[in-house]
């Protein structure tokens, strides 16, 4: 594996989870109702910091 295939491996995850992070805040921006009737798993609170904050970059292990 190469430096620069890791490097793009790197970015394509940190894409992945800053996609699912704003698909998370932009859900828990919604009206309670509304996320019951799409069936949006969590009834958590929307000031909670782990649903609304930046993403964080995960450790990859190397394979």
Known sequence: MS???SISH???EYAAVHARYRAARTLYLLPMDIRKD???P???DPCDPEA???PRPRVVTAR
């Open 3 to 5: 430096i620069l295939s």
């Open 52 to 54: 609304v904050s930046s």
């Open 10 to 12: 790197l970015v394509t």
């Open 38 to 40: 799409i069936g949006w």
């Open 42 to 44: 969590e009834v958590g």
